[in-house]
């Protein structure tokens, strides 16, 4: 079958990868279709010193050991690549405990990599993208073929620091294959509770006109109604689901637009206790452009938004989380104008000091100009910094503006949202299109420099509901193909939960990111300068050089299509925190929400430095809030007992906690008006 002068191929070949990358199914094992064959460059290092070897970046001999680190309270996958070459067999593999010398384990998660197909973008294989649980059953396997897992590493807050060791083993039924120790080293020093990034995504958004997401009902098996909602059958189901999802996206560092649709007007006490989470970085009131008719909003829109504002403006946990989404890529015509300043007058009055977004696509200058006093979150397309085809000053003109938050103190906050833009040679953000998973993470470096706050996305469940399984949508299709609006599957498709839904590859590579602009914020807190940026500069200069209109070829090659610069850097950041006395400035803990007899509440303490968070449960202490008179039950009569206990008239004996109503450690008048309004939420 081979000549004489033709080695013959490995049996099989197993690698341990960074996750930065996407594997094709049956190629050989080259990372794009180009022709790049560099997949062994991007095997895990064989230790801990292997990352400053400058070997370390274009070495191609197969690693025997894998060593990765990451910090507390972070996730940190790699791949197990297993490339078939002499016959077929019953794979699967084990991964044995992460366990460190006094036997603690570090808690990890197993997965296999479903292929998809993603037609007319020009790959000619399926790629690695959805990340099913695997509890080590039986995958056969196929000569030419490639089957890779996940692991994915999670510590805790307080993982105990150091190294924790474990080994991958291949087998063929009950036959050991081959195996590869693993260690992973867990840094002292943990990511905030709190991503620094906001990046918020679309879901079910059927307030916010897109009607297609609501696919991921009818997907999940539901039926679903001509207005987009899920039949009164199948709603207790369609929340749970929303539930899911919404965890799903919490977990990996992404707030949803909305909470979960109907949970406002179930459970007002979840609702807050959703909005509080630290990990949902904000939150929309859901009224819009299309709830404002002849020169006002809505009843319906109104009522909407003294819901929220009760439970919010007094907040200052939340009150700064809440936004409007007023209008999507508005182009400055008259009429839009005048929409948007009558819009932003009631709401002035409706919610002083409101925060809206009107992601944009052009005329940097001219949108945000007119803005002023309206949308104070400036989130522009990134089409604006794109200087591939025209307008090269303009461009960088918009990028240094955006980047300038000192002149610009009317932008609460500036995100950024999509559009394939090219700074030079490089992407500046590709979630879509192509495999190149470090692209996932770029956005977030570039966030660090671009000054910016986070990531919006029209959507990260988009499917259309006639879709092909294992078929990502093409660009002939409804979206670009690779993941445009969808980082996450519906669990039914491979038998898993409706409740919890598969994560894409993509979504695990973002999160990646999210984590990413962590360790640099955590960098500027607790490292110095030049250091740090030393470190930085390891990958970032090579992705972004000062001068967009040149960027050097061989550099360009490396930032983009290889992922160990970026590995480097973020390795070398990770020594540096390490090394560091990383003490937050902790404020005192403050009640965030208060618990009721069927909820826990929260309290919430915050680094004055950086703006970390931290939070923990505050259980109910058997008080009822509000109810003052001690008779079980919170309604108008406990009003005219707590002004009574205030007037000095009364003095039942009733715990302060209940007629504290809003938590300052004080029984005033202040607590009237908020039993109040606590009386009219409950009725
Ligand atoms: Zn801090």
New binding site residues.
């Given amino acids: 079958m081979y000549a004489d002068d033709e080695p013959e191929p490995d049996p099989y070949l197993f690698y341990l990868l960074f996750n930065d990358y996407q594997a094709c199914e049956s190629k050989v094992p080259l990372r794009e279709w180009n022709g790049i064959d560099d997949i062994k460059c991007q095997q895990l290092p064989i230790n801990e010193n292997a990352f400053m070897l400058s070997s370390f970046y274009l070495n191609r001999t197969e690693r025997p050991t894998g060593f990765l680190a990451l910090a507390q309270n972070e996730k940190e996958g790699f791949h197990v690549f297993f490339r078939e070459q002499e016959k077929e067999r019953n794979l699967r593999i084990e991964v044995s405990p992460f366990t460190n010398s006094q036997n603690e384990v570090l808690p990890h998660l197993l997965y296999w990599e479903d292929f998809f197909f993603a037609p007319g973008v020009g790959i000619p294989d399926s790629l690695a993208e959805a990340l099913i649980p695997y509890a080590g059953e039986i995958q056969k396997s196929m000569v030419d073929h490639n089957k890779v897992f996940y692991v994915e590493l999670r510590s805790t807050m307080n993982q105990t620091p150091g190294e924790y060791y474990s080994t991958i083993s291949v087998f063929d039924g009950d036959e050991l294959v081959t195996s590869k120790p693993v260690t992973a080293k867990v840094w002292n020093f943990a990511l905030p509770e709190n991503h620094y990034s906001e990046v918020v995504m679309g879901l079910y958004n059927c307030n916010s006109g897109y009607g297609a997401t609501r696919s991921i009902f009818a997907l999940n098996g539901l039926t679903v109604e001509n207005n987009g909602n899920p039949s009164a059958d199948d709603l207790p189901q369609a929340k749970k689901i929303l539930d899911g999802y919404q965890e799903c996206l919490l977990d990996h560092g992404v707030s949803t637009y909305e909470i979960p649709r109907w949970l406002m007007d179930d459970d007002s006490k979840a609702a807050e206790l959703t909005m509080a989470d630290l990990r949902r970085k904000v939150f929309t009131v859901p009224v819009h452009r299309g709830h404002f008719v002849n020169g006002d909003f809505t009843d319906a829109a109104k009522k909407t938004i003294s819901k929220y504002k009760r439970l919010v403006y007094d907040n200052p946990f939340l009150k700064d989380k809440a936004f409007f989404y007023l209008m999507d890529e508005p182009t400055g015509t008259e009429s839009e104008v005048a929409l948007l300043e009558a819009m932003s007058e009631r709401l002035n009055e409706l919610w002083p000091g409101y925060h809206a977004v009107a992601p944009f696509y052009s005329n940097f200058e001219q949108t945000t100009a007119l803005f002023e006093g309206k949308i104070d979150i400036i989130c522009p397309n990134q089409g604006a910094f794109d200087p591939r085809n025209s307008n090269y000053d303009l461009k960088q003109a918009n990028f240094l503006s955006f980047q300038d938050r000192e002149n610009h103190p009317e932008w609460f906050r500036t995100w950024r949202y999509q559009g394939d833009a090219k700074c030079g040679g490089t992407y500046f953000w590709i979630f879509n299109i192509q495999q190149l998973g470090v692209m996932r993470r770029v956005p977030f470096w570039q966030q660090w420099y671009m000054n910016s706050d986070g990531w919006l996305q029209w959507s990260c469940a988009y499917l259309p509901v006639n879709w092909v399984k294992k078929t990502l949508p093409g660009s002939g299709g409804i979206q670009t193909g690779n993941g445009d609006g969808i980082l996450v599957y519906p669990g039914t498709l491979w038998g898993q939960s409706a409740e919890t839904p598969i994560a894409s590859l993509r979504l695990k590579q973002l999160t990646d990111g999210i984590e990413d602009y962590d360790y640099l914020r955590l960098g500027m807190?607790f490292v110095d300068e030049s250091s740090l940026k030393t470190a930085i500069s390891r990958f970032l200069w090579r992705e972004y050089a000062s001068d967009c209109k040149s960027v050097n070829k061989e550099y360009e090659f490396y930032a983009a299509y290889t992922c160990t610069y970026l590995q480097r850097a973020r390795y070398e950041i990770g020594q540096l925190l390490d090394a560091a006395n990383t003490e937050?400035?902790w404020g005192e803990w403050q009640i965030a929400v208060l618990p009721d007899k069927g909820h826990n509440g929260l309290e919430i303490r915050t680094?004055e430095?950086?703006g970390?968070q931290t939070s923990r449960i505050k259980l109910w202490d058997g008080s009822v809030v509000g109810d003052v008179n001690g008779d079980g039950l919170v309604n108008i009569l406990d009003v005219t007992t707590l002004v009574d206990i205030i007037l000095g008239v009364d003095d039942n004996g009733i715990s302060d906690e209940a007629a504290d109503v809003n938590g300052d450690g004080k029984v005033s008048i202040l607590d009237v008006a908020i039993l109040v309004d606590l009386i009219v939420g409950i009725e």
């Fill in positions: 807190e937050h400035n680094c430095g950086c970390a």
